[in-house]
């Protein structure tokens, strides 16, 4: 074959290929093989808004949004400061945290987009470099106003100049303005000072040149042509991309920033005193409620010491799968387990002197506190918590180290010494000087201030007030109210509400059995004792096994009362069995684990001892009086002393009371054979028929001959006839 063919087939086989490797490259979706432009390009970087005044609300906003760029791995952070007139308080605090900064990220950039004139000039100059737009302007603090600067501010702006690089003159000036100001040039570069040290100064320097940038009675007003000139702004930038690009940032960090998603329908609930199943399923109706209201951001309020960890695991799983966002508000403390809570929701909120952490179970193992602690790292995955202050806070047993990034040492994190223990972790990350935050065995507590320091808390707030302008809410934040069933269960589980029922129950209970068939006290009893349970079982104390123990416990009651002759085992661990479930359904806890569960429990038997002791006095007023009462007398069992009286008094009131004359009055006085144990009801046989009669005063063996001593419409009552 010739050589030019054979070329010309080379050549046109690897065009080809070209050709179809590229439509097959240009065809595929797969996200590795064609990766967006603006992917993994340059480092990574979040531009926050500053637009505005400056206020403590302003402030927190831009303070949490940074935060969470720090915990995203932001590496160049760039503020657009838009502000007007701003609070010096405010706006020293936020140029105070930007400032802070420069230990856990690569660089801060203020970009002035617009005029700041106020003490938004000071945020400016607390991070590490300036932009400014090309009509922008930066400076003259207060304006028009006729005041002079105080000497804290006149100090804030000096500090923040020298401790940025950009000299003390110019920042003084944009708030001084008796001062005037002068730029020099010397063989080494440009100098600024004010003109009354000119003369000093060229005693030890060569003074090329001087001129007056700054005449007394005015404040330094600086355009972006200027303060580049003075050392003051790096460069120029007509937009946000401008400034990505100038500093390597993928495209989209500048896209307008959103501190916070706009809460909609904002609501409050309230989780206070101890953390108890009966809160937790307070919590879940709150919860059903908020969806129902179209809520699409909960405000958690915990103020708590004290509580089971089965509740507040309860309550913590709850808060995470609430279709909204949830935030823990923290205004006074959340101490022992409502800190193992804070980790259901999405971030916390805290007070600069509350107090969280604490978390310690009684006698719990280090296996205990390791599951506890997966469960609530678990939790806290996609919130804003650390993970190693999350452990730290579950695991008294862990230890928790400031760490930094070997590669880049301005970027500080936190991991436990477990974590330090992998050696690729180690390999990454350097121990600080100081020692462990949190050291091994003892259980970790922190104020606000410290929280917030260490990335544990989102946002400051102290009161409602304060929370509504860290999420910029406009109007009220409704409070979930408890309802009418919160208010009934809380009286029915009460001291007072739990005697009362369980008194009423138990006294019916006892009549009822000394009735035939099923009457008032029955229903009474079942009123109460469905009360009783239907209450602990909101409350979380309650469930079927107590429900089963207190069935099972009437039942073996019932047996041994009108079947098994005598009082032994079986009646016995009936009663047994209904103590226990009235016990169980009064604790959540079925043995005590610590001191605060064995007071618990202890206080639950007291009452139902007292509960008991009442009950007997009841039971035997009852059987001694109750039978003296007309109506009564003929559905209650009386003593055998009372026999006589009742039966005297029976002839006295006669058809007047009963009424119509009984089929069976013949019976009176006739004697026949209990058929079976009479207890008090049973059978007899007379004259070779069988009726369904009551023994009075004790019970009667089967065999027994018994005399008919009282007849009332269709009762037939009995007694031994001892020989008659």
Same mark, same amino acid.
């Given at each position: 074959?010739?050589?030019?063919?054979?070329?010309?087939?080379?050549?046109?086989?690897?065009?080809?290929?070209?050709?179809?490797?590229?439509?097959?490259?240009?065809?595929?979706?797969?996200?590795?093989?064609?990766?967006?432009?603006?992917? /993994?390009?340059?480092?990574?970087?979040?531009?926050?808004?500053?637009?505005?005044?400056?206020?403590?609300?302003?402030?927190?906003?831009?303070?949490?949004?940074?935060?969470?760029?720090?915990?995203?791995?932001?590496?160049?952070?760039?503020?657009?400061?838009?502000?007007?007139?701003?609070?010096?308080?405010?706006?020293?605090?936020?140029?105070?945290?930007?400032?802070?900064?420069?230990?856990?990220?690569?660089?801060?950039?203020?970009?002035?987009?617009?005029?700041?004139?106020?003490?938004?000039?000071?945020?400016?100059?607390?991070?590490?470099?300036?932009?400014?737009?090309?009509?922008?302007?930066?400076?003259?603090?207060?304006?028009?106003?006729?005041?002079?600067?105080?000497?804290?501010?006149?100090?804030?702006?000096?500090?923040?100049?020298?401790?940025?690089?950009?000299?003390?003159?110019?920042?003084?000036?944009?708030?001084?303005?008796?001062?005037?100001?002068?730029?020099?040039?010397?063989?080494?570069?440009?100098?600024?000072?004010?003109?009354?040290?000119?003369? =000093?100064?060229?005693?030890?320097?060569?003074?090329?040149?001087?001129?007056?940038?700054?005449?007394?009675?005015?404040?330094?007003?600086?355009?972006? &042509?200027?303060?580049?000139? #003075?050392?003051?702004?790096?460069?120029?930038?007509?937009?946000?991309?401008?400034?990505?690009?100038?500093?390597?940032?993928?495209?989209?960090?500048?896209?307008?920033?959103?501190?916070?998603?706009?809460?909609?329908?904002?609501?409050?609930?309230?989780?206070?005193?101890?953390?108890?199943?009966?809160?937790?399923? #307070?919590?879940?109706?709150?919860?059903?409620?908020?969806?129902?209201?179209?809520?699409?951001?909960?405000?958690?309020?915990?103020?708590?010491?004290?509580?089971?960890?089965?509740?507040?695991?309860?309550?913590?799983?709850?808060?995470?799968?609430?279709?909204?966002?949830?935030?823990?508000?923290?205004?006074?403390?959340?101490?022992?387990?409502?800190?193992?809570?804070?980790?259901?929701? &999405?971030?916390?909120?805290?007070?600069? &002197?509350?107090?969280?952490?604490?978390?310690?179970?009684?006698?719990?193992?280090?296996? =205990?506190?390791?599951?506890?602690?997966?469960?609530?790292?678990?939790?806290?995955?996609?919130?804003?918590?650390?993970?190693?202050?999350?452990?730290?806070?579950?695991?008294?047993?862990?230890?928790?180290? =400031?760490?930094?990034?070997?590669?880049?040492?301005?970027?500080?994190?936190?991991?436990?010494?477990?974590?330090?223990?992998?050696?690729?972790?180690?390999?990454?990350?350097?121990?600080?000087?100081?020692?462990?935050?949190?050291?091994?065995?003892?259980?970790?507590?922190?104020?606000?201030?410290?929280?917030?320091?260490?990335?544990?808390?989102?946002?400051?707030?102290?009161?409602?007030?304060?929370?509504?302008?860290?999420?910029?809410?406009?109007?009220?934040?409704?409070?979930?109210?408890?309802?009418?069933?919160?208010?009934?269960? &809380?009286?029915?589980?009460?001291? $007072?509400?739990?005697?009362?029922?369980?008194?009423?129950?138990?006294?019916?209970? #006892?009549?009822?059995?000394?009735?035939?068939?099923?009457?008032?006290?029955?229903?009474?009893?079942?009123?109460?004792?469905?009360?009783?349970?239907?209450?602990?079982?909101?409350?979380?104390?309650?469930?079927?096994?107590?429900?089963?123990?207190?069935?099972?416990?009437?039942?073996?009651?019932?047996?041994?009362?009108?079947?098994?002759?005598?009082?032994?085992?079986?009646?016995?661990?009936?009663?047994?069995?209904?103590?226990?479930?009235?016990?169980?359904?009064?604790?959540?806890?079925?043995?005590?684990? /610590?001191?605060?569960?064995?007071?618990?429990?202890?206080?639950?038997?007291?009452?139902?001892?007292?509960?008991?002791?009442?009950?007997?006095?009841?039971?035997?007023?009852?059987?001694?009086?109750?039978?003296?009462?007309?109506?009564?007398?003929?559905?209650?069992?009386?003593?055998? =002393?009372?026999?006589?009286?009742?039966?005297?008094?029976?002839?006295?009131?006669?058809?007047?009371?009963?009424?119509?004359?009984?089929?069976?009055?013949?019976?009176?006085?006739?004697?026949?054979?209990?058929?079976?144990?009479?207890?008090?009801? $049973?059978?007899?046989?007379?004259?070779?028929?069988?009726?369904?009669?009551?023994?009075?005063?004790?019970?009667?063996?089967?065999?027994?001959?018994?005399?008919?001593?009282?007849?009332?419409?269709?009762?037939?009552?009995?007694?031994?006839?001892?020989?008659?």
């Amino acid at each position: 074959m010739p050589r030019d063919v054979v070329r010309t087939l080379v050549a046109g086989s690897g065009l080809l290929s070209l050709v179809l490797f590229a439509g097959i490259s240009l065809g595929q979706e797969a996200p590795n093989a064609n990766p967006p432009a603006d992917a /993994n390009k340059g480092p990574k970087g979040r531009m926050i808004t500053i637009r505005g005044s400056i206020d403590s609300g302003l402030k927190n906003r831009v303070i949490n949004a940074t935060r969470t760029a720090v915990r995203e791995g932001a590496e160049i952070i760039v503020f657009d400061i838009q502000a007007g007139k701003s609070d010096f308080g405010a706006s020293l605090d936020l140029a105070n945290a930007i400032s802070e900064l420069g230990g856990k990220v690569r660089r801060t950039v203020a970009f002035v987009s617009k005029p700041v004139t106020g003490h938004g000039a000071l945020v400016a100059l607390a991070c590490d470099e300036i932009v400014m737009a090309p009509d922008a302007k930066l400076g003259d603090v207060f304006g028009d106003l006729p005041v002079d600067a105080r000497p804290i501010e006149e100090k804030a702006y000096a500090d923040f100049g020298r401790l940025k690089g950009h000299g003390t003159w110019i920042p003084l000036g944009m708030v001084n303005k008796d001062i005037r100001l002068v730029e020099v040039k010397t063989p080494q570069g440009k100098r600024f000072m004010p003109s009354d040290k000119l003369d =000093e100064f060229k005693k030890g320097v060569q003074v090329l040149d001087s001129t007056v940038i700054k005449e007394a009675g005015q404040r330094l007003l600086l355009d972006a &042509d200027q303060a580049r000139s #003075y050392g003051l702004a790096r460069g120029t930038a007509g937009s946000r991309k401008e400034v990505a690009t100038m500093y390597g940032l993928p495209e989209s960090t500048a896209a307008e920033d959103i501190l916070y998603v706009e809460a909609v329908r904002p609501i409050l609930v309230k989780l206070e005193g101890a953390f108890t199943g009966r809160l937790h399923q #307070y919590l879940l109706r709150r919860l059903k409620q908020a969806s129902s209201e179209g809520s699409d951001l909960l405000f958690v309020q915990i103020d708590s010491t004290s509580g089971e960890v089965a509740a507040a695991d309860g309550i913590a799983h709850a808060l995470k799968s609430w279709p909204g966002r949830t935030v823990a508000w923290v205004p006074k403390q959340a101490i022992g387990v409502a800190t193992y809570t804070i980790f259901g929701c &999405d971030e916390l909120i805290i007070a600069p &002197d509350a107090e969280i952490g604490g978390f310690e179970i009684s006698k719990a193992s280090k296996e =205990e506190y390791q599951a506890l602690a997966d469960s609530a790292v678990d939790m806290s995955k996609g919130g804003k918590y650390p993970e190693a202050f999350v452990r730290g806070f579950v695991d008294p047993n862990v230890s928790v180290f =400031e760490v930094r990034n070997k590669a880049n040492p301005n970027l500080i994190s936190y991991k436990t010494a477990g974590e330090l223990e992998n050696p690729v972790v180690a390999n990454e990350w350097d121990k600080a000087r100081r020692g462990p935050l949190k050291e091994a065995g003892i259980s970790l507590t922190m104020n606000g201030k410290t929280a917030l320091s260490v990335d544990v808390a989102a946002g400051e707030a102290s009161t409602r007030d304060e929370l509504k302008s860290l999420f910029d809410i406009s109007g009220t934040i409704p409070t979930l109210q408890p309802g009418w069933v919160d208010a009934l269960v &809380d009286g029915l589980t009460s001291v $007072g509400g739990t005697v009362l029922l369980l008194f009423i129950g138990l006294t019916c209970l #006892y009549i009822e059995f000394q009735m035939p068939g099923f009457g008032i006290g029955g229903l009474v009893a079942t009123i109460c004792f469905v009360l009783f349970f239907w209450s602990r079982f909101l409350s979380n104390q309650a469930g079927s096994l107590e429900v089963t123990m207190f069935l099972l416990g009437l039942i073996l009651i019932a047996v041994e009362l009108f079947v098994i002759p005598g009082f032994g085992i079986t009646g016995f661990a009936g009663i047994l069995l209904l103590f226990g479930s009235l016990l169980l359904a009064s604790q959540s806890f079925i043995a005590p684990s /610590n001191d605060e569960e064995s007071w618990e429990m202890l206080t639950n038997l007291s009452i139902i001892l007292g509960v008991i002791f009442l009950f007997a006095g009841a039971a035997v007023a009852s059987a001694r009086y109750l039978p003296a009462f007309p109506y009564l007398r003929h559905m209650v069992l009386a003593p055998p =002393e009372q026999v006589e009286e009742n039966d005297a008094e029976a002839s006295y009131y006669g058809e007047e009371e009963s009424g119509a004359a009984s089929q069976y009055d013949h019976l009176l006085n006739q004697t026949g054979v209990a058929m079976s144990t009479l207890r008090p009801a $049973g059978r007899m046989e007379l004259d070779n028929e069988y009726f369904d009669v009551v023994a009075q005063g004790e019970f009667v063996d089967a065999g027994t001959p018994v005399k008919v001593v009282e007849v009332y419409q269709n009762r037939i009552v009995v007694r031994p006839s001892n020989g008659a």
